[in-house]
């Protein structure tokens, strides 16, 4: 577990920080922003905190906002990003050069997989300063920790739709629903919401090839024998030439089905977080300042076995956070719905 050190490696008077946000939205970074200032002002008398506007590129732009508790006050219940966020790719030499301006001691990176890259090429090149990460990405495919945050509710609300999808879908014949969820490369939300709805009859994720016949016969099976069939599409999966699988089945079955489509991608980046994620964004916020007051740098914090570590950032870009063959959750999924592999051939094989 992390927390505050007796050795502190900052005169906490004259420390100034700066928190960024990259990459999309995700329920919870504004909790982040929140317990940031609130544990740096009130843990550590820390008198200047910034925020820099719209990711990396307000590190390029000098974009700098000055934070305290009483400017903050309330975002910590909303959605988004108080702050605003950019997919724009890293200037290194830039920020090093706009953080030296600022005097910036301690720079905070809310952010995904790119986000830690990012940080981990301003940490190896920056002098006195610590760079500390906290884990955003909604597909939760950073490797080593439990979850990042926001997935919680990423999930409980795409499970909302999946449940409100099957309702659409059985009061039909002949219909095929179509939920479209978030994953580019893990199937995570995916999984786990299909996993809670109880209600998905195929659940496609972009770790597994599909042959597109077999997946074919099985919807239409389904339709035939129950009426309607739910499919739930991660939005990384490939399906041959398609780039788009669930607007491909959707163009696809409206030929001679009535189709449900439903992608609530946006929706579902930009509520509230939970109380489950809430509660979690609040202890990483604290133990990344613990953690960089205590003289950590190019690390990012997490959970692992329910326990706060520091994992080096060296580390955690090596590698993605995927679904394996051997997953038990995907397993559970498999048995519980008897989804196949969409693969004739293996298939076969299993059942010998």
């Known amino acids: ?103 910036i001691s301690q720079l905070y990176v809310i952010g995904g997989d790119g986000s830690h890259r990012a940080a981990h090429e301003i940490a190896k090149n920056a002098k006195d300063l610590s760079v500390g990460c906290i884990p955003k990405t909604i597909d939760n495919d950073l490797p080593f920790i439990d979850t990042s945050f926001g997935f919680n509710t990423a999930v409980e609300k795409a499970r909302e739709v999946i449940n409100a999808a099957y309702s659409e879908i059985s009061g039909s014949n002949n219909c095929v629903g179509i939920v479209k969820l978030m ?67 959707r163009n696809k079955f409206s030929r001679n089905h009535h189709v449900k489509y439903i992608d609530p991608t946006y929706i579902i980046r930009g509520v509230p977080a939970n109380i489950t994620d809430a509660i979690y964004c609040r202890s990483l916020a604290q133990s990344a300042v613990h953690a960089c007051m205590s003289g950590y740098t190019d690390f990012t914090v997490g959970e692992i076995d329910k326990t706060m570590a520091i994992l080096s950032l060296e580390d955690v870009v090596k590698t993605t956070h995927f679904i394996e063959q051997h997953d038990v959750m995907w397993n559970r999924f498999r048995l519980s719905n008897l989804q196949p592999t969409f693969d004739a051939s293996i298939d076969e094989k299993l059942k010998v």
Not at 14 to 30: D, E, F, R, Y
Not at 229 to 240: D, M, Q, S, Y
């Open 1 to 103: 577990m992390i927390g505050p050190s007796r050795m502190i490696s900052f005169d906490t008077k004259k420390t100034k920080a700066a928190i960024v946000n990259t990459g999309g939205l995700c329920p919870g970074i504004n909790n982040v922003i929140y317990e940031l200032v609130n544990s740096l002002e009130n843990l550590y008398d820390v008198d200047t905190v910034y925020g820099v506007r719209n990711g990396f590129s307000g590190l390029h732009k000098d974009s700098f906002l000055e934070l305290n508790l009483t400017s903050i006050n309330g975002i910590q219940n909303e959605g988004g990003s108080f702050l605003g966020t950019s997919r724009e790719e890293l200037n290194t030499d830039l920020v090093l050069r706009q953080l030296k301006k600022h005097d």
């Open 183 to 249: 994953g580019r490369d893990c199937g995570w939300i995916a999984l786990y919401a299909s996993m809670g709805s109880y209600n998905v009859d195929v659940c496609l994720i972009p770790e597994y090839f599909v042959h597109e016949v077999e997946l074919t016969r099985y919807i239409e099976e389904k339709v035939k024998s129950q009426g309607h069939c739910l499919v739930v599409v991660a939005e990384g999966v490939r399906l041959g030439a398609s780039k788009d699988v669930a607007v491909h089945l």
